[in-house]
């Protein structure tokens, strides 16, 4: 089902920056256990956001991990390293093919602190069998790639939907 839902998605590849974890290769950093399985996490992959996300305020310490492309096409995992029943989809959103207005990020980003050319967006993606994929693109993650740090900021321009269908 997500194969065919994400397919409306632009299809580029997450930015290289992102560092999220992968399957597979030699044993590396720290075994977590994740909704997809156990994983090798290094400590350069880490992302802290210092005040969690919406609902999970406690939760602070996440990684990104690269899903299978045939099944989850552009979709993304970022995982609580603290709760591993915690995850959410997440679709980084390809600066080429942006969903926001480039000013409304930079903007975000200087709200936030963040350098723009070291911002990375993750859009939370909700996938449900009777309704298909939405994006909330109201209240995107924004990951300085350099500091592994982010924070779910709500998006003050425009009038970006928490249910977007693409």
Same mark, same amino acid.
């Given at each position: =089902?997500?194969?065919?839902?994400?397919?409306?998605?632009?299809?580029?590849?997450?930015?290289?920056?992102?560092?999220?974890?992968?399957?597979?290769?030699?044993?590396?950093?720290?075994?977590? !256990?994740?909704? #997809?399985?156990?994983?090798?996490?290094?400590? +350069?992959?880490?992302?802290? =956001?210092?005040?969690?996300?919406?609902?999970?305020?406690?939760? %602070?310490?996440?990684?990104?991990?690269?899903?299978?492309?045939?099944?989850?096409?552009?979709? !993304?995992?970022?995982?609580?390293?603290?709760?591993? %029943? #915690?995850?959410?989809?997440?679709?980084?959103?390809?600066?080429?093919?942006?969903?926001?207005?480039?000013?409304? #990020?930079?903007?975000?980003?200087?709200?936030?602190?963040?350098?723009? +050319?070291?911002?990375?967006?993750?859009?939370?993606?909700?996938?449900?069998?009777?309704?298909?994929?939405?994006?909330?693109?109201?209240?995107?993650?924004?990951?300085?790639?350099?500091?592994?740090? +982010? #924070?779910?900021?709500? =998006?003050?321009?425009?009038?970006?939907?928490?249910?977007?269908?693409?």
């Amino acid at each position: =089902m997500l194969a065919e839902i994400s397919r409306r998605l632009p299809a580029s590849p997450p930015p290289s920056n992102l560092r999220f974890a992968r399957s597979g290769g030699e044993p590396a950093g720290k075994l977590h !256990q994740t909704r #997809v399985g156990p994983r090798w996490i290094e400590s +350069a992959q880490t992302i802290d =956001m210092p005040v969690g996300l919406a609902g999970f305020p406690a939760l %602070r310490s996440f990684v990104g991990i690269q899903l299978d492309r045939v099944r989850f096409g552009p979709l !993304q995992l970022l995982q609580s390293l603290e709760d591993p %029943r #915690v995850a959410f989809l997440v679709f980084p959103d390809p600066p080429g093919e942006s969903l926001y207005a480039r000013d409304h #990020v930079a903007n975000a980003c200087a709200d936030e602190g963040f350098a723009l +050319a070291d911002t990375a967006v993750l859009i939370i993606a909700n996938a449900r069998a009777e309704s298909g994929i939405t994006l909330n693109l109201r209240a995107p993650i924004l990951l300085e790639t350099r500091a592994r740090s +982010a #924070v779910q900021h709500i =998006m003050a321009e425009g009038e970006y939907p928490i249910r977007y269908v693409p």
